[in-house]
C-alpha cells in the first residue's frame, strides 16, 4: 500500500432529474426485480438461526458470492446482493452469475462456527459444482470461511466457480486451488504496521475502496491532501481503506463501527490510524481509547467532512442522512458496503438516484470489486500469487473501469452511479 496519488475532486453535479438517465434507472430496477434462478432456505434445528442461498444465475456456468451474517437478514438482502455480484463480476470479472449466502444470526455468538459449518454442509452440493463464496460482513475469510471448508473436506470456497466456470483438469483443478489458497493469503507489508500480520484477504476490499477515492480526486485535477473522510466501519474493509487515504494525506474525522464512534473534527493523521487498526478488538474500534465512546454516536453524521466512506452493513443511507452529509461538506460517497442506500423495496431506486444526483457516488460494484478481482485474477494462468501483482490487478481494473465510467458520465445526462450501472448492465446483457 505504498504507491502513492495526491489529486482529488469534488462536487455535485448540477443535472436535473429528467437529464439523469432514467433508461438506466428503469433497466436496473428490472434486473433487480426480475426472480432469481434459485433460492436455498435452511433453518438450523440446534440454534434456530435462518440462511438463504440466492443465486440470481448461473451465466458462465457458476455463481459466486460471499457469506455474511447478522441479526437481522433477511431474503430481500440476500437477493439484493446476489444481483449486485453478478454485476460486480462483469467489472471484475470472472464473466459469471451472482449469488450470495446470508444467516441470520449473531456473529458474536460462540455457536458461529457450529451454525456457519452446517449451513455450509446443506449446500454443499452448490460449493462443490457451481458456487463459490467467501468472508463478508460478519464472516472472515481467514478465519471462519477456509476452516470451515477444510473441516467438511471441501477444496476451497471457490471450488464451485473453478469446476462450474473453468471445468479444468484434474491437475489443473489442483493448481488453480493451490494458486488461490496462496493469494488470498498472501502477507501484505503495510508501512506503520510492521510486524501487524495482514494478508491479501485483509486488506484487498478497502484497498481498492481507497484506490477508488484517490483514482477519482486523480481525475478532476485536485490534491487529496487534507480532505476529510468520514468512516462507517473499521472492520477489514473501512480498516484498509482508512489506512491507505490517511498515508497519502487525507483526514480521518470520524469513524463508526457497529459498538462505538470515534469523532475528530481536526483529522487523524496517518500514524494514528495506524495505531486505531493495530489496537482494534474483534476487528472495531478499541473501546479502552478516551477518545472512543460507546454507542452509535448520532454526531457522527454531522462532522464537517469532503468524503464519506460506507464500509459497513447494508442499507445505512437515508435521505436524511445524505441532508446531513451534504450540510458538513461531503461531495463524494464511496460505497465499501454493498448497498448502502436504504430503499423502500427490492428494485426501488428512489435513494441511489437522489445520492447520484447530490453526489458523486463510487458504487459498491466498481469500488468495492477488490475480492472478485483476486479471485478472478489468481484463475488466470499466468497469475502470481503474491500480494504486489493481485493488488496491482485490483488497481488496473478500477482504474480502467472509473475512467470509462467517467467518460460516459461526461456528458452531465447521467450521474456517475447511473453510469457505472449502465456499463455493467450492458456488459450482463451482452454475456
Not at 426480475?34 to 458462465?60: C, F, H, K, M, Y
Not at 454442509?121 to 460478519?138: E, N
Not at 498472501?186 to 481507497?210: E, N
Not at 484506490?211 to 481525475?219: I, L, N, P, T
Amino acid at each position: 500500500m505504498s504507491a502513492r496519488i495526491a489529486r482529488s475532486t469534488r462536487g455535485a453535479r448540477a443535472a436535473q432529474p429528467e437529464q439523469r438517465g432514467p433508461s438506466t434507472w428503469k433497466r436496473y430496477a428490472a434486473f433487480v426485480r426480475r426472480p432469481p434462478e434459485l433460492t436455498v432456505q435452511w433453518r438450523d434445528r440446534e440454534t434456530g438461526a435462518r440462511a438463504w442461498l440466492v443465486i440470481n444465475s448461473s451465466r458462465g456456468g457458476a455463481a459466486g458470492g460471499g457469506t455474511r451474517m447478522h441479526p437481522g437478514v433477511h431474503p430481500r438482502e440476500v437477493t439484493y446482493l446476489a444481483k449486485a455480484m453478478e454485476l460486480k463480476f462483469s467489472i471484475a470479472g470472472p464473466p459469471i452469475g451472482g449469488a450470495k449466502s446470508g444467516i441470520d444470526f449473531d456473529p458474536a455468538d460462540p455457536r458461529k462456527v457450529d451454525v456457519l459449518e452446517r449451513w455450509y454442509r446443506a449446500i454443499t452440493p452448490y460449493l462443490r459444482a457451481r458456487y463459490g463464496t467467501g468472508g463478508d460482513f460478519g464472516v472472515d475469510e481467514v478465519l471462519d470461511v477456509i476452516p470451515a471448508f477444510e473441516r467438511l473436506g471441501l477444496a476451497a470456497p471457490q471450488e464451485g466457480v473453478v469446476r462450474g466456470h473453468l471445468n479444468p483438469t484434474a491437475a489443473g483443478f489442483d493448481a488453480i486451488m493451490r494458486r488461490m489458497e496462496a493469494g488470498v493469503g498472501a502477507p501484505v507489508v503495510v508501512g506503520g504496521l510492521d510486524g501487524y500480520p495482514m494478508t491479501v484477504a485483509d486488506v484487498v476490499t478497502g484497498y481498492g475502496v481507497g484506490y477508488a477515492v484517490c483514482r477519482h480526486c486523480e481525475r478532476g485535477g485536485r490534491t487529496l491532501e487534507g480532505k476529510r473522510v468520514l468512516v462507517e466501519g473499521f472492520g477489514n474493509v473501512g480498516a484498509a481503506c482508512a489506512l491507505y487515504l490517511a498515508q497519502r494525506g487525507a483526514r480521518i474525522v470520524g469513524v463508526r463501527d457497529s459498538r462505538a464512534t470515534l469523532l475528530a473534527p481536526g483529522g487523524l493523521e496517518a500514524a494514528e490510524v495506524e495505531d486505531l487498526v493495530r489496537r482494534r478488538e474483534d476487528k472495531r474500534l478499541p473501546l479502552e481509547d478516551e477518545r472512543v465512546k460507546p454507542g452509535a454516536g448520532e454526531d457522527f453524521w454531522d462532522v464537517p467532512a469532503d468524503v464519506f466512506v460506507a464500509a459497513a452493513l447494508s442499507e445505512t443511507v437515508t435521505a436524511e442522512v445524505m441532508d446531513r452529509l451534504e450540510a458538513g461538506g461531503v461531495r463524494l460517497i464511496a460505497a465499501g458496503a454493498n448497498q448502502p442506500f436504504r430503499e423502500a423495496r427490492l428494485g426501488s431506486t428512489a435513494v441511489a438516484r437522489l445520492a447520484d444526483l447530490r453526489f458523486a457516488v463510487l458504487p459498491d460494484i466498481l469500488a468495492n470489486c477488490g475480492m472478485a478481482r483476486t479471485f478472478s485474477y489468481l484463475m488466470e494462468r499466468d497469475a502470481r500469487a503474491e500480494a504486489e501483482p493481485v493488488l496491482a490487478a485490483v488497481e488496473r481494473t478500477i482504474r480502467d473501469t472509473l475512467d470509462e465510467v467517467l467518460e460516459r458520465a461526461g456528458s452531465g445526462e447521467q450521474g456517475l452511479l447511473a453510469a457505472t450501472l449502465g456499463l455493467a448492465l450492458d456488459r450482463v446483457g451482452a454475456a
